[in-house]
């Protein structure tokens, strides 16, 4: 099978040229200025750009959180995910307590089977590291399972101490494995909660009030503490806070391999959304929160700069019916999580290209190709270029797109830039060199989608 997608323009980290893209199978084979071979199919792209496929390593579908499920699962949540213009996700398997690592990594390879329409991975969550488990870090890394993602809040149920984190950092100092830090400081924020319970507070704003931007910056200046006595790189998942990046960019000028993603909300949201009428403010219920105002504009120096690697989405998509709701008394008792997976290269382009707040070189950067290097699956996917997987996005960038719950395909009963005109969409997606995605259809399927075993990290 023989795809020519002719007349577009490449675009790839690094590159932007007019070009033509043969793929053969699943591989792209060629790509030339002009290429005028027999092919079983010809897109045309002219006036179009040519990306490489969305890579999204921060997603949590069919996720169990406080009492609830998040409402995408690998079905629903990889097609919404393929519409958008993302081919491939790091999705987190959850090991919970007195299980060994493995078990909660199979648990999700059976959630993620004959469902995932698009590649996907895992970062396994470890929530209880005693010594003897360890060695099934290495193993996990062996299998493909190359990063662990650790939690330095939510006490009881997901959080790790310190001894433990830094056994976990030295454990992959050795076996090329790479932790995801989730820092925010979780036992000052439950004493906060508790206060503002206390004394009524319990609308969905304080939620934001009782995790405030100092106890992120204090947990991410310990996480690249602890990473640097251990001798190891470490990833900041999530980095909300102007205050956590100038952690950040402190640890990289002192030359450390300090890494850190944010994500589309903290972007083009703010604190203020939380004071939305009613109950409205659960939709942005998330941690960590939304911030104030100014602090997006501190985020997106750090993209363009390079002080930030990578824009994930966190999607973790609660409905406002039956899940938001649990909380509608105590904002403690709302799902944290709001949808994302569909949106994020549409809002990237039309909020951080087209203003020229990043270039395009950078956007593919920081949709695909950072996040496969960091990751272990560069050069097959993150690129556009002879051998790669041939998940390919034919992207308008004129394309205007009202954004709205009733269109997109992410399965929640709400959106948080709902009504938001965005200019630039995905109209041809590519993957593993099938067209899953074509004039707003999906033509893919469900199973379609393979387990990528990640390569461990070489630096
Ligand atoms: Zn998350």
Redo the contacts with the bound molecule.
Sequence with gaps: MKTLIKNGTVVTAADLYRGDVLIEDEKISTVATSLSMEADRVIDAKGKYVLPGGIDV???LDMPFGGSTSADDFESGTIAAAHGGTTSIVD?AIQYKGQTLRQGWEAWMKKAEGKAAIDYGFHLIITDLPEKLEPEMDALVGEGVTSF?LFMAYRGVLMLDDGSIFRALSRTAENGGTICM?AENGDVIDVLVRRALASGRTAPKYHALTRPPRAEAEATYRALCLAEIAGVPIYI??LSAAEALEKVTEARDRGLPAYAETCPQYLFLSYANYEEPGFAGAKYV??PPLRGEGNEEKLWRGLAGNDLQAVST???PFCMKEQKELGKDDFSKIPN?APGIETRMSLLFDGGVLPGKISLNRFVELTSTSPAKIFGLFPRKGTIAPGSDADIVVFDPGKKTTLSAKSLHMKVDYNPYEGRQVTGAAETVLSRGKVIVENGKFTGRAGAGSFLKRNPRTA
């Design positions: 921060h997603t949590h987190f993602k989730h998942v999530h998330m941690s966190d999607h973790c999580g």
